[in-house]
């Protein structure tokens, strides 16, 4: 697996890292967690050496899943976590942002002890608080880097004013945001601010959540509990009129022998030399399948054609409901 440089501070990780939300959250019921582990250690063994978890999923449970999963490999990888909901204890879930330093510290303790780790190698804000001024929020991640719990500072979803003011305090190592063949509304502003600035891309949902793997049609049912049943990119006819843009990623699949999701994957790859991106799974065959997508270099003359056909594809649905989209801090 290759290796590629996540901003200016010595963080280099595998091409392709593994996002582990899905394994326990988001997606309907959790994933039984002995596959998990199994498929955990499956990616170590296939050179993957970058996890991404928090402690929202589940919450908690992901977290201790990784932790558990990656114990014996702890000198070999490089783990991200995230700090910055409210987490109801006794309900176990969500219940607002809460980015104070006090709950910022408190979640880096209750962190490392479910990741069975001394520092967290990358630790991002999972959205931008409101009430607490990202200066404060970077500053007292700093004082967690200079106390030798942290490595690196991350933002996820942050707008680019967010990621300037942030980047002044604590130099950010990576950005985390949705980006992919049908999310590229951070082409605009984000990639060319954290291009000057030297920031890392972690790409989540590089495959549109399994839309762009082409394993998902207008007749697909999701289970209780799956995200994707309140998107309105998802709805029956959202995804009816989306099968556009999958069937231009099929004809390059088919020109490459490989798959729509290599090709999703290897388009995002080739965007930009520091993006990294963090499909998940919960299935053996589909890691080696995504892996595969860093062996794949799509030629300047194929990306352009995706990218003339592309523009003449108009994506159905936006990506989240408009009140989860406000809470992104885009």
């Known amino acids: 697996m290759p290796t590629r440089k996540l901003g200016k501070n010595g963080l280099e990780v595998s091409a392709l890292g593994l996002g582990c939300m899905g394994m326990s959250f988001g997606y309907g019921p959790a994933a039984d967690k002995n596959d998990m582990i199994k498929l955990i250690h499956a990616a170590v063994d296939q050179g993957v050496t970058f996890f991404d978890t928090a402690e929202v999923y589940g919450p908690f449970t992901n977290e201790e899943l990784v932790g558990e999963a990656l114990d014996p490999f702890r000198s070999q990888v490089a783990i991200a976590t995230k700090f910055g909901f409210k987490i109801d204890p006794i309900q176990k879930k969500q219940v607002g942002v809460d980015s104070s330093p006090a709950n910022i510290i408190q979640a880096v303790e209750d962190s490392l002890k479910r990741l069975r780790i001394d520092v967290i190698d990358l630790l991002y804000q999972h959205r931008v608080d409101p009430n607490v001024p990202i200066e404060e929020v970077a500053g007292t991640v700093r004082d967690l880097i200079k106390a030798g719990k942290v490595k690196h500072f991350g933002l996820s979803e942050a707008g680019a004013g967010t990621i300037r003011k942030a980047h002044a305090v604590q130099p950010v190592t990576a950005l985390q945001s949705e980006y992919s063949l049908w999310t590229r509304q951070h082409e605009k502003e984000i990639i060319p601010t954290i291009e000057e600035l030297g920031i890392g891309l972690v790409a989540f949902s590089p495959l549109g959540k399994g839309f762009l793997a082409g394993k998902i049609d207008e007749s697909t049912k999701f289970a209780e509990g ?24 099929n004809q390059f699949a088919t020109k490459r022998n490989a798959t729509a999701a290599q090709i999703a994957l290897a388009w995002v790859l ?6 990294v991106p963090i499909p998940g799974t919960t299935k053996q065959h589909r890691l080696t399948e995504n892996i595969g997508a860093a062996s794949i270099e799509l030629t300047p003359g194929e990306l352009q054609e995706i990218e003339n056909a592309s523009e003449q594809i108009q994506v159905t649905g936006t990506r989240y409901p408009e009140q989860m989209e406000k809470s992104t801090g885009l």
Not at 236 to 247: G, M, P, Q, T
Not at 270 to 275: D, L, T, V
């Open 270 to 275: 080739a965007q930009k030399p520091w993006i």
């Open 226 to 249: 799956d995200i994707r049943n309140i998107l309105p990119r998802y709805t029956e006819e959202a995804r009816s009129a989306n099968k556009a843009l999958l069937d231009l990623i």
